[in-house]
């Protein structure tokens, strides 16, 4: 008899060194020392970032717009990813059933990574960290913007609405420089 709760080591083509993971609802995603991005496990509203809803055994690279780039991190939450590459872009894919993906859209879900916010406008980003339905980063600057469901104020924003457009939470942090955000 097999014991499914043994740790089983998960091999990367190359022999490629793995510099962070983060897991999702049921997914996991695995960064690699060159940016790669690789992903594997349960993926009903595109959360692998592969282009579709198929779920994968085995891990498998992240290519599309992160192809061009170098990633640093990833966090994933319930159903969606945050990337950050190493020039201060974020990416995200996966569900945005509650904005969660800060595109602005009301898109379901997007199966591919797509670069949003103050990436476009030039803002560069340092620290990133996804929750159950929401995303909050730090720029590199010290400001801190957050999206997505707000049931409880995770947003930080002093209401409890669901915000699809990154915004920046400004009350507590205006005389002090956030150096991460986890």
Known sequence: MVDRYAMVPVALPGHVRVTQVAAGKAFSLAVTEDGRVWSWGCNVKGELGLGDTVARLLPEMVEGKLAEETVEAVSAGFEHVVALTKQGVLYVWGSNDRGQLGTGEDAAYHMVPTQIGGS????????????LKHCIVASKSGEVYAWG??????????????RKNPAA?????????ISRVR
Request: hydrophobic content about 45%; charged content about 25%.
């Open 149 to 162: 469901a707000n049931d409880f104020g995770q947003l930080g924003l002093g209401d409890v609405e669901d």
């Open 169 to 177: 939470i400004l009350s507590k942090f205006t005389r002090s420089r």
């Open 120 to 131: 476009v406008f030039g803002i560069k980003f340092a620290h990133i960290a996804a929750g």
